[in-house]
């Protein structure tokens, strides 16, 4: 059964472009969340959806967007790069929004901005 | 929004040793409390998690205690190995917002 798969798995972009970062959730699962890791930091929440709908947003600019598709896969969108985009960002994935059951994350996408 | 404050942020014990990490959290509403342990490089797995209806929860050496009305919760590893090295998080789940919000990490190191 394979868990929650991300790519890519490492990515170098330049300021001011735009990057794009996938995620699968686990089968069965129907929420996915976004988490930006800064390196010596706890992650921190990015966006959450549950069955295709946005549940909740951090604090992050209106750089940061993303999207759910039928199939409950999840693209987090980023545009406009700063270097202080650089981080891991982990996607994590649960059986539904609320309950928190089964929340696992994914091996992440090490985004580093230049 | 909810805070979640982790003491210590580094921690260095002898193998065979106990560790424990606290933490506070300051939402009233949360109602799940995993905790996480990162290697290097890697994904955060969680390794013990307590509903707000329970007061401990043991998983052979590890342990995790949830004190609802001074807001703060504790993961006690018993015994401890040179391969327990790594960085643990905690985090807050519920109140109106669907998010985990993580400590700041501890670093333990197990000497042996």
């Known amino acids: 059964d394979a868990g929650v798969t991300q790519s890519p798995t490492h990515l170098i972009k330049t300021r001011g472009q735009h990057v794009t970062l996938r995620c699968s959730p686990i089968?069965?699962?129907?929420?996915v969340s976004w988490y930006q890791q800064v390196l010596g930091q706890g992650p921190q929440f990015i966006f959450q959806?549950?069955?295709?709908?946005?549940?909740g947003r951090g604090n992050f600019p209106d750089r940061f967007s993303a999207r759910q598709f039928p199939n409950y896969s999840s693209e987090l969108n980023v545009n406009a790069l700063l270097l202080g985009d650089s981080a891991l960002y982990l996607c994590?994935?649960?059986?539904?929004?609320?309950?928190?059951?089964?929340?696992?994350f994914g091996s992440g996408t090490r985004l580093t901005v230049v | 929004g909810e805070n979640v404050e982790q003491h210590p942020s580094t921690l260095s014990v002898q193998e065979g040793d106990s560790a424990v990490i606290k933490c506070t959290y300051s939402?009233?509403?949360?109602?799940?409390f995993p905790w996480y342990k990162q290697e290097l490089g890697k994904r955060p797995q969680l390794i013990i998690d307590?509903?707000?209806?329970?007061g401990e929860k043991k998983d052979q050496r590890i342990a995790v205690t949830l004190n609802k009305t001074a807001k703060h919760f504790s993961l006690h590893i018993t015994e401890t190995q040179p391969e327990d090295s790594a960085v643990y998080f905690c985090a807050g789940f519920g109140g109106s917002n669907y998010k985990l919000t993580f400590g700041k990490g501890t670093l333990l190191t197990v000497n042996p």
């Open positions: 307590i509903r707000s209806n329970v």
């Open positions: 994590a994935s649960s059986l539904a929004g609320a309950t928190n059951y089964g929340y696992t």
């Open positions: 959806y549950y069955e295709k709908e946005e549940r």
């Open positions: 939402d009233s509403a949360s109602n799940y």
């Open positions: 089968s069965g699962h129907k929420s």
